[in-house]
């Protein structure tokens, strides 16, 4: 159900791949509201990905770019603002990788060439969107941008790897950028820290399924989905939150606010067996 909550505002979403994305799920409800969008990603990720087909169905401007570079920011900025006559009004960044998580090292064991990769990709990006959009004066006063997290920046997650960090410094550069942003052109910047959502880069993490399942156990309104998150970003999009900025806003059901619950604690008794390596010993990190 639409409610125009969007109408005759445009902004570009970063990092849709294909329908298990939430920036998908959020490109698609910022057009239900009434918003023009243009999407980007990755020229491999276009490739491998969905990305053209939600274009076509969006009547969206589709412009491959890395994130991680400049220059190419640049163009996506130039574009869309071209594309759709003017100043955008919001901004999604939905990127994450981890090379690391990828070949599987651990976070006592990290390639650092690998770490500064996740950080670049997944954190650096943020602030390099910002700094474009602001030198450009992209962005419409009183506009939005946010920025997808997860809990593990604050909080110890198993086989969330060096992702936390990246995550950590994401919302970091939301709170500092933010007060910039807000100060100069009252632009505000806030970060979402979803549930564990199954995405096809959320499923790379170890034990993902798991940290899903205790997740819901734990939750009383249980997890939150992508789509749910794309109605809460509408609602940061939208001028209903005009004076909320540089927060980080948990949208897990109320995982963050729990110790433990009665699901969790009935589960836990059945094993006390520790997840263990091939020689038996508990495996701690």
Not at 59 to 76: G, S
Request: net charge negative.
């Amino acid at each position: 159900m639409s409610h125009n909550l969007l109408k005759g505002k445009k902004g570009i979403i970063f990092g849709a791949l294909n329908d298990m994305s939430i920036a998908w799920k959020v490109a698609e409800r910022c057009v239900e509201e009434g918003a023009t969008v243009s999407l980007s990603n990755t020229p491999f990720a276009i490739r491998m990905g969905n990305t053209e087909e939600l274009a076509e169905k969006l009547n969206a401007k589709l412009i491959p770019a890395d994130a991680t570079k400049v220059e190419e920011l640049e163009q996506v900025f130039d574009e869309s603002m071209q594309a759709m006559g003017g100043k955008i009004d919001f901004m999604l960044h939905s990127i994450g990788m981890s090379p690391n998580v990828r070949k599987k090292r651990t976070y006592d064991d990290l390639d650092y060439h690998m770490l500064n990769q996740t950080l670049d990709i997944s954190a650096i990006s943020f602030h390099k969107m910002l700094q474009v959009a602001y030198k450009k004066d992209a962005i419409n006063e009183w506009g939005s941008v946010v920025a997808l997290t997860y809990g593990a920046a604050h909080r110890t997650m198993y086989g969330y790897n060096d992702m936390a960090d990246a995550k950590a410094m994401l919302e970091s550069i939301a709170r500092s950028f933010g007060y910039i942003y807000g100060r100069k052109r009252s632009v505000r910047i806030n970060t979402i820290s979803q549930s564990p959502t199954l995405t096809t880069a959320g499923s790379g993490i170890k034990g993902f399924d798991s940290l899903m399942d205790f997740s819901e156990r734990m939750s009383p309104l249980g997890n939150a989905t992508a789509a749910e998150c794309a109605d809460y970003c509408i609602t940061l999009f939208s001028d209903l939150t005009k004076k909320v900025t540089m927060q980080n806003l948990f949208h897990d059901g109320g995982y963050s606010s729990m110790g433990m619950s009665y699901r969790a604690m009935e589960q836990y008794i059945k094993s006390f067996e520790g997840i263990k390596d091939e020689d038996g010993n508990v495996i701690y990190g």
